[in-house]
């Protein structure tokens, strides 16, 4: 439903040369690949004007596997719709992203986009963040400083519970595509009603490289529900 109303013939980018009609950005987890699957329902012909700027390498491996025309954020820093995935969803639109941890090149792809808009599944969609994604929010960090900032987020900043995500079919930490770690940091209840101030205070940390917190950036959401239907909040 989203990629019907956001990524359709009739959408032409105004400032891109002629060869190009629209630059979609194409975000990670396992609910885009139902996205990608269905730009390229679309056809050859429709997507040949288009071009798609990934936010990792499994994003890279689904836009290069559906023949779809691969582009670089260096050569496309103005996107004109980013389509990602969500951890959790909360009434205003702000967004728990890294579940897969790519939040960095995610958010870099979102910024860009002209709209960012995410597809996610009922499951995804809560009053307030920290509500139904218990890991909490990712902190991608240097490995440097991955346990002064782990020290911190767990004694001044309300997350005692945050860990350095463990990788499950390789030794040691999860290492991002930008050779960094994860910290998962489950911040209090009442710290991540203000989700925008965590971000920034966590942000600030020396060694953080990006915060899966996404506030005020998506215009959409699009929830997949069981029976089939879509809700969408705008
Ligand atoms: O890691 C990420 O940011 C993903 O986009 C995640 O937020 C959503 O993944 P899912 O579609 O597998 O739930």
């Given at each position: 439903?989203?990629?019907?109303?956001?990524?359709?013939?009739?959408?032409?980018?105004?400032?891109?040369?002629?060869?190009?009609?629209?630059?979609?950005?194409?975000?990670?987890?396992?609910?885009?690949?139902?996205?990608?699957?269905?730009?390229?329902?679309?056809?050859?012909?429709?997507?040949?004007?288009?071009?798609?700027?990934?936010?990792?390498?499994?994003?890279?491996?689904?836009?290069?596997?559906?023949?779809?025309?691969?582009?670089?954020?260096?050569?496309?820093?103005?996107?004109?719709?980013?389509?990602?995935?969500?951890?959790?969803?909360?009434?205003?639109?702000?967004?728990?992203?890294?579940?897969?941890?790519?939040?960095?090149?995610?958010?870099?792809?979102?910024?860009?986009?002209?709209?960012?808009?995410?597809?996610?599944?009922?499951?995804?969609?809560?009053?307030?963040?920290?509500?139904?994604?218990?890991?909490?929010?990712?902190?991608?960090?240097?490995?440097?400083?991955?346990?002064?900032?782990?020290?911190?987020?767990?004694?001044?900043?309300?997350?005692?519970?945050?860990?350095?995500?463990?990788?499950?079919?390789?030794?040691?930490?999860?290492?991002?595509?930008?050779?960094?770690?994860?910290?998962?940091?489950?911040f209090e209840r009442e710290k991540m009603l203000d989700p925008a101030s965590v971000l920034k205070q966590t942000?600030?940390l020396t060694g953080v490289v990006e915060v899966g917190l996404f506030c005020n950036m998506a215009k959409a959401?699009?929830?997949?529900?069981?029976?089939?239907?879509?809700?969408?909040?705008?």
């Amino acid at each position: 439903t989203a990629v019907d109303h956001y990524i359709k013939p009739e959408h032409r980018t105004s400032f891109q040369s002629s060869r190009v009609d629209q630059i979609v950005g194409i975000g990670s987890g396992s609910t885009v690949p139902y996205v990608v699957d269905r730009i390229a329902q679309q056809g050859k012909e429709v997507n040949q004007g288009r071009v798609f700027v990934p936010t990792g390498f499994q994003s890279r491996q689904l836009i290069v596997a559906a023949g779809l025309t691969l582009g670089d954020v260096d050569e496309y820093p103005s996107i004109d719709v980013t389509i990602d995935g969500a951890d959790e969803v909360d009434r205003e639109l702000n967004l728990i992203k890294g579940g897969g941890a790519c939040h960095l090149r995610e958010k870099v792809i979102a910024e860009a986009a002209e709209t960012f808009v995410v597809v996610a599944d009922y499951r995804k969609n809560s009053e307030f963040l920290g509500t139904n994604y218990p890991p909490g929010v990712p902190i991608e960090v240097v490995p440097f400083a991955y346990g002064k900032v782990l020290s911190a987020v767990q004694k001044t900043f309300g997350a005692p519970k945050a860990t350095l995500r463990m990788a499950v079919k390789k030794a040691g930490p999860v290492v991002t595509d930008n050779g960094n770690f994860v910290i998962d940091a489950p911040f209090e209840r009442e710290k991540m009603l203000d989700p925008a101030s965590v971000l920034k205070q966590t942000k600030l940390l020396t060694g953080v490289v990006e915060v899966g917190l996404f506030c005020n950036m998506a215009k959409a959401a699009y929830f997949g529900n069981e029976d089939g239907t879509v809700t969408i909040r705008r």
